[in-house]
């Protein structure tokens, strides 16, 4: 591969990566309002508007953290969005301890892997978070992977 390749393919992969940064902060609003109802039948006025705070925060927290993680070069980014998305349960878990939602049974892995998240919400792909980020999500990978090997072979 040529230099004039590798830029270009770096190039197709931070354009990548800017589309799933978007998608992930763009989708984080309504995820935490989703979350936050999936575990409460019904939301009062306040419980509403605190989920809508949440959601925007973490829409502004998280959405920040992925965007530099992302934007980094591949060889700097210490971990990948999805750690940092599954980070945003603080978001609808802090919402519904206030309302004094009783945490969910969760199963060992989920117990020792998220230990803080009672209420068994973290996304296990982008697309928990909304199905249309599936395609970003595999296509980053596949854009960094791509990228990666033809740096280190």
Request: aromatic content about 6%.
């Amino acid at each position: 591969m040529t230099d004039a390749e590798l830029r270009t393919a770096e190039q197709q992969l931070a354009a990548c990566a800017q589309e799933l940064a978007e998608g992930i902060r763009d989708a984080l609003p309504k995820w935490v309002v989703a979350a936050v109802e999936s575990r409460l039948a019904s939301l009062s006025p306040t419980v509403r508007e605190a989920a809508e705070a949440a959601g925007a925060a973490a829409a502004t927290e998280i959405g920040a953290e992925v965007t530099r993680l992302l934007a980094a070069d591949i060889d700097d980014q210490s971990e990948n969005p999805l750690a940092v998305l599954r980070r945003a349960v603080r978001y609808p878990t802090e919402v519904l301890a206030a309302a004094g939602v009783a945490p969910v049974e969760r199963d060992d892995f989920a117990i020792q892997r998220f230990p803080g998240d009672v209420y068994d919400l973290t996304p296990a792909s982008f697309a928990d978070l909304h199905p249309d980020l599936q395609a970003p999500g595999l296509t980053w990978g596949a854009a960094k992977a791509f990228v990666y090997r033809r740096r280190h072979g």
